[in-house]
Nanobody
Framework: VQLQASGGGLAQAGGSLTLSCKASGRGVSNYGVGWLRQAPGKEREFVAYINWSSGATYYSDSVKGRFTISRDNAKNTVYLQMNSLKPEDTAVYYC?????????????????WGQGTQVTVSS
């Protein structure tokens, strides 16, 4: 599966952005898709995850209640709606996928990666 991430940019604190991750390839519904992020000088960390077939979602505590992950089956696209943005949300955001299995919280659990998209939140 190939992943194409888009939608990053600059937002003010309290604002919103929506990231998109378009998947291509066969059997997309067999994959779990996560959003992870990496801030300068920090390790890549889990943000949100969706099981493509069941729609089950998972979030890190830092974004729960502010971010929403969803998918559009017709467009083979996973979205990350980010509301109430904070300066600490500033990072490069990556979408990633793995074939079947349980939710992956570690970056090591993903087999396929899209290119990163920069999100910058100003205070």
């Amino acid at each position: 599966v190939q992943l194409q991430a888009s939608g990053g940019g600059l937002a003010q604190a309290g604002g919103s952005l929506t990231l998109s991750c378009k998947a291509s390839g066969r059997g997309v519904s067999n994959y779990g898709v996560g959003w992870l992020r990496q801030a300068p000088g920090k390790e890549r960390e889990f943000v949100a995850y969706i099981n493509w077939s069941s729609g089950a979602t998972y979030y890190s505590d830092s974004v729960k209640g502010r971010f929403t992950i969803s998918r559009d089956n017709a467009k083979n696209t996973v979205y990350l709606q980010m509301n109430s943005l904070k300066p600490e949300d500033t990072a490069v955001y990556y979408c990633a996928a793995h074939y079947r299995g349980a939710v992956k919280y570690s970056p090591n659990g993903y087999d396929y990666w899209g290119q990163g998209t920069q999100v910058t939140v100003s205070s």
